[in-house]
């Protein structure tokens, strides 16, 4: 299976600032015939299900404000908020999609300092 | 409006059996894969079972293979998931998802499955 790795488990940022959470899968997650990395990003919020914000590592799900951006590639991933805002308070989780099993990352935490 | 709205959690006893079913509506529910995902208290998310399009391809978690059963009834848009020989692990809240490359696009709310 590929283990997906998060860090920080947690992260304290103020209003405005930048949250950086990154992701590290045991092996390679390219699609080979798309030329993209299977790596997707979730905001889960306390008493909901996991919203879908980004996948193929930086492509954007239609409505998520700009200010969330994924990066990376190999294995090494990064999901950026700019201008954080107090709504973006939630566990952020990685998912690699690109094998069975799906396999997610074990969770950030960001508060808002 | 995609929705996914489970149902048919609850508390049962370790060894017991439960069944969830999950209602899709707003999208062609039989052209899509379909998984569910759970989620222990207080704990991240696990993968646990995919069904194909016509359901005749299904997978699943090593930690549930043999004990659950994942179905479709594409006639009444309904995603099921029959899990048997439960045990405590199992307590988490189960999440029917639509499929996308791979991701989860669309999450029903959850059921929740106790086993105690």
């Known amino acids: 299976d590929i283990v997906m790795t998060q860090s920080p488990d947690s992260l304290a940022v103020s209003l405005g600032e930048r949250a950086t959470i990154t992701c590290k899968s045991s092996q390679a997650i390219l699609h080979n015939s798309k030329n993209k990395n299977c790596l997707a990003w979730y905001q889960q919020k306390p008493g909901q299900p996991p919203k879908l914000l980004i996948s193929?590592?930086?492509t954007r799900e239609s409505g998520v404000p700009d200010r969330f951006s994924g990066s990376g590639s190999g294995t090494d991933f990064t999901l950026t908020i700019n201008s954080l805002q107090a709504e973006d308070m939630a566990v952020y989780y990685c998912?690699?999609?690109?094998?069975?099993?799906?396999?997610f990352g074990q969770g950030t935490r960001l508060e808002i300092e | 409006e995609v929705q996914l709205v489970e149902s048919g959690g609850g508390l049962v006893q370790p060894g017991g059996s439960l069944r969830l079913s999950c209602a899709a509506s707003?999208?062609?529910?039989?052209?899509?894969?379909m998984h569910w995902v759970r989620q222990s208290p207080g704990e991240g998310l696990v993968w646990v079972s995919r069904v194909s399009p016509d359901g005749s391809d299904t997978t699943y978690a090593d930690s549930v293979k043999g004990r659950f059963t994942i179905s479709r009834d594409n006639t009444e848009n309904t995603l099921y998931l029959q899990m048997n020989s439960l045990i405590a692990e199992d307590t988490a809240v189960y999440f029917c998802t639509r499929d996308m490359w791979g991701t989860s696009d669309y999450w029903g709310q959850g059921a929740l499955v106790s086993v105690s």
């Open positions: 707003g999208f062609t529910f039989s052209t899509y894969w």
């Open positions: 998912q690699q999609h690109y094998t069975i099993p799906l396999t």
């Open positions: 193929w590592a930086s």
